[in-house]
């Protein structure tokens, strides 16, 4: 793509934020509900690497922060960090800096920028958060390429780009909605419209109305939001093998997807041994190709790359696991309680030992070792790993 139609693509996709600000959820006066455990550093963190960072003082960037949502989180819920959101569009720019004030996240610095031209900031980032951008790039691979050489040693870049296979009915209505507005392409509110009269007037078993109303409804009432994924006039979908075309592109190490229970074969095949054995011999992307293919419902990809070096700790000796200190994670609902919302808020139930275990480690919070709070709460070291794996238990290796 010749840079005079780059820059006509990113004109019309900051027309559109303009015209719809996205995402539109509310102004509050308060910090927002709930958490993102991806959105943490110290999560995002022990996800990437089996424990939790040494220092919590990092810098932050949101590249394409839009209406500031993703900001607001990621300044409440990392009160030692430096965040920084950069944004295309300057009508939804201002929305971000209102959300922002109006919730006390004062320690974040906006700007007016391309993610192409994110080199313009000085330093690197800890965290690169960029959610529902590169999709919507003429270039997704200059993107990305823009972003890794902004990411620090040791850092992380989290990304989210669409999926085609579960994206595929809207990329139908897209197309549709395209072809009846001919030359009017580019009034997104006449794009909105005719795509209303369509949605109204298809019968109510037809394929893609079925698929919107399971999916998309409660949230594409809102005009902002259909606009966004039915009249946007950039958008790119990722299959498994075009997707790691754009990772390979960043030149960053690939460290895994933040959903892994999907990514996990044995879900849908284990019922059929001699199958599964041979998805087995298949090279990892071979593999989530063939999850893709066999569970077509996933929409979006959502990861972690990283600049090396990253060590993971996979907690596997004994000694090593009773010396590390544990705190309980915070990105917990319904906490305390046996039966609670895990990270991804997942019901979770655990038993009286485990339960006891995780509330000595919500109150000492990393200042015992695992030796000495089963001494008090005795619990199977399995049963520890266990909870480190499900992300509720956040742990310290000893110094050495």
Not at 200 to 217: C, G, S, T
Request: hydrophobic share 40%.
């Amino acid at each position: 793509m010749s840079s005079e139609n780059e820059a006509a693509v990113s004109a019309a996709v900051a027309k559109l934020y303009d015209t719809y600000p996205f995402p539109p959820e509310p102004l509050i006066d308060e910090p927002p509900p709930g958490y993102n455990w991806r959105w943490y550093w110290p999560t995002a963190y022990n996800f990437c690497t089996g424990r939790l960072p040494q220092t919590e003082q990092v810098k932050i960037l949101d590249a394409g922060c839009g209406s500031g949502v993703g900001t607001e989180y990621l300044v409440h819920l990392n009160p030692h960090a430096q965040v920084t959101g950069i944004d295309l569009s300057a009508g939804t720019l201002k929305v971000a800096q209102e959300r922002c004030q109006r919730s006390g996240a004062d320690r974040v610095t906006f700007h007016n920028l391309s993610i192409y031209d994110v080199d313009q900031l000085e330093g690197q980032f800890d965290l690169i958060n960029c959610v529902g951008v590169l999709h919507h790039m003429p270039d997704p691979i200059r993107g990305i390429q823009a972003l890794a050489n902004k990411v620090a040693p040791g850092g992380l870049l989290h990304i989210f780009v669409y999926a085609a296979l579960g994206r595929w009915e809207i990329s139908l209505m897209q197309e549709a909605i395209a072809m009846l507005q001919g030359d009017r392409r580019g009034d997104y509110r006449d794009g909105v419209s005719v795509g209303r009269q369509l949605f109204d007037a298809l019968p109510e078993n037809n394929r893609i109305v079925k698929r919107d109303k399971e999916r998309w409804a409660l949230e594409n009432h809102q005009d902002e939001c259909f606009a966004d994924m039915y009249v946007h006039p950039q958008e790119v979908d990722y299959t498994i093998d075009t997707l790691f075309e754009l990772i390979d592109a960043s030149g960053l190490e690939f460290v895994g997807f933040s959903n892994p229970t999907y990514w996990d074969l044995k879900r849908l095949i284990a019922k059929a041994p001699d199958v599964m054995k041979r998805a087995e011999e298949l090279d990892q992307r071979a593999q989530y190709r063939l999850t893709e293919l066999l569970d077509p419902q996933l929409t979006h990809y959502e990861f972690f790359l990283a600049r090396p070096p990253l060590t993971h700790t996979d907690w596997s000796d004994d000694q090593q696991l009773l010396a590390a200190s544990p705190t309980l994670t915070p990105c917990l609902s319904g906490w305390p309680s046996r039966s609670f919302f895990n990270p991804d808020y997942q019901l979770v139930q655990v038993s009286e030992n485990e339960y006891a275990f995780l509330q000595a480690c919500e109150t000492n919070a990393g200042q015992k070792t695992i030796a000495d709070l089963i001494e008090a709460c005795p619990l199977e070291l399995s049963a520890i790993r266990a909870l480190q794996t499900q992300q509720l238990l956040l742990l310290t290796p000893a110094t050495p």
